[in-house]
């Protein structure tokens, strides 16, 4: 990889970066001379800078890959995937988010949040220096802990607080290790990095590469520093919750593929295979802590745990095999749609937050229920999804990569997720047909004796929920397609 010559240029390689805080800065100015009433004009804004911000990482995937500014920031097709995903799924979340947002009096603020979020998760994708995975770390949080106190009620603020002070906490066990780093090689540049750190003091190396594995495995939520997930999903609204656990996880897992993938790739420590440990752990607590969960966002919050294992898989054969950045690719986008879809199922009857609430208030609504079966059953992996490729992917490329065990424990923890996803794919498909049957039985005795009533649905939710479970079907089903343009060659 090699820099660009002329000033200009290089400022355009980060064209879709400048679009999305060229929305952030536009959409303030334009809040603070708006009316509250329409506020819808941020939206639009700020959906217009997301989108065309993934239209210029789609054109810049043609270009080759390359290191801009002193080879901190890198260009290539990790970047131009996470830049995508993260664009195109911002978008779809502020207008989720626009039904619990219209009238706040910070609903300007929260559209720019996400935004700056966002731009903070590609700029973890794209660090190519420590410095800048620090900078990057700390834009990916600070607007996610507003975000998460946005409902100011107890309990959102009691989730705001667990989320800061751990995330203060593993932050300073990141600069800790990046220090580390520093002293055993003298640099911060991934490149000399990579030269240098094999020659480094085994002890230095093992406090840094554990304190900068800490601060990625923080952002993506993966086990041990998972503690903060459960209660900041349940603690926020559901379209905060979306944001929080998918938005950030992306940018996380691209940092630490790029990490195992240069820096981490041949130094004399094996941390692929602490990665591997850290992947089962994960999916394995993770779908042994949402078994037994009756709250639909705890429930997710757990599954996004456990999705983070899958995910790690991958991480873990950076440098060994060329399957891994395909796998890469194709896994966090099914992951991104399918993760908000749920979620949005959950923001279509805000009031309903155990299984069974939610069953009985969608219970004549079929489509709904049925976007929700492919969502959840997209998550297990179930073909023709996204994820369902996603996963054959990355198995595939773990077992290239010589993590065979790793392989085995995924596809048991894959097979055990089902269950609990069941558990509430099960009584929301009887809550219909019981519905559809008592509302039969009403026709022939009058409108007296009609159905029960049913908790009002909110139209956007409904819309993204619908929209998710299509794109992850036509992703999957269209992978090859899709994989051919965003991986030419």
Same mark, same amino acid.
Request: glycine share 10%.
């Given at each position: ?10 400022? *355009? ?45 789609? !054109?810049?995937?043609?270009? /080759? ?22 664009? *195109? ?7 989720? =988010?626009? #039904?619990?947002?219209?009238? %706040? ?17 590609? =700029?973890?994708? +794209? ?31 009691? #989730? ?21 780093? !520093? ?7 991934? /490149? ?10 085994? +002890? ?9 594995? #800490?601060?990625?495995?923080?952002k993506a939520g993966a086990v041990p520093v998972h503690f903060w997930v ?32 240069e820096p981490f790739a041949d130094v004399p420590l094996d941390v692929p ?41 991958? !991480? ?25 879809? @749920?979620?949005? @199922?959950?923001?279509?009857?805000? !009031? ?8 009985? #208030?969608?219970?004549? %609504? ?17 073909? /023709? ?80 929920? %619908?929209?998710?479970?299509? =794109? ?18």
């Open positions: 990889m090699t820099g660009m010559s002329g000033g200009g240029e290089r400022v *355009l390689a980060l064209l879709p970066e400048l679009l999305l805080l060229l929305g952030a800065v536009g959409g303030l100015l334009l809040g603070l001379w708006t009316p509250q009433h329409r506020q819808w004009r941020v939206r639009l804004l700020v959906t217009a800078a997301c989108l065309a911000s993934a239209i210029a990482a789609a !054109v810049a995937l043609s270009e /080759p890959a390359e290191r801009v500014f002193e080879g901190t920031w890198v260009v290539d097709t990790t970047t131009g995937v996470v830049r995508i995903v993260v664009a *195109l799924g911002v978008t779809v979340l502020v207008w989720l =988010a626009s #039904a619990s947002l219209a009238g %706040h009096p910070r609903e300007t603020e929260a559209y720019v949040l996400m935004l700056l979020g966002g731009l903070g998760s590609i =700029a973890l994708a +794209a660090s190519g220096d420590l410095l800048l995975l620090v900078a990057a770390y700390l834009l990916a949080s600070v607007p996610l802990y507003a975000l998460a106190g946005f409902a100011k009620d107890p309990a959102g603020v009691e #989730a705001t607080m667990k989320y800061y002070l751990m995330g203060a906490f593993v932050g300073v066990l990141m600069l800790v290790g990046v220090a580390a780093l !520093v002293l055993a090689a003298g640099t911060t540049g991934y /490149p000399d990095l990579a030269a240098q750190l094999p020659e480094a003091s085994p +002890a230095l190396l093992a406090v840094g590469v554990l304190g900068v594995l #800490a601060g990625v495995a923080f459960p209660d900041v999903t349940a603690g926020t609204t559901p379209p905060m919750a979306a944001y929080i656990t998918t938005i950030p996880k992306i940018g996380a897992v691209a940092a630490a593929f790029r990490l195992l993938a295979l602490l990665v591997a440990v850290i992947a089962a752990a994960s999916m394995t607590l993770g779908n042994l802590a949402a078994f037994n969960q009756t709250d639909v966002l705890r429930l997710l919050a757990y599954s996004t745990v456990s999705q983070v294992g899958y995910l790690f898989m991958v !991480v873990a054969v950076a440098a060994r095999t060329d399957l891994a950045v395909p796998a890469l690719a194709i896994y966090l986008a099914g992951y991104a749609v399918t993760n908000i879809g @749920a979620f949005a @199922a959950v923001a279509a009857v805000p !009031v309903a937050r155990t299984i069974t609430d939610w069953a009985t #208030a969608v219970g004549r %609504h079929r489509w709904l229920v049925v976007s929700l079966v492919v969502c959840l059953l997209g998550l297990v992996g179930t073909p /023709p999804t996204a994820v369902f490729v996603g996963k054959l992917a990355v198995f595939a490329a773990a077992w290239d990569g010589g993590l065979a065990w790793l392989v085995v424990v995924a596809a048991i923890n894959t097979v055990a997720s089902l269950f609990y996803y069941l558990r509430w794919i099960a009584p929301a498909a009887t809550g219909v047909a019981a519905s559809e049957s008592t509302t039969a039985a009403a026709r022939g005795t009058g409108p007296g004796t009609s159905a029960g009533t049913v908790q009002r649905v909110v139209l956007e939710p409904v819309v993204v929920l %619908h929209t998710a479970a299509v =794109a992850s079907l036509l992703l999957g089903i269209w992978s090859g397609v899709w994989l051919a343009v965003l991986l030419p060659g």
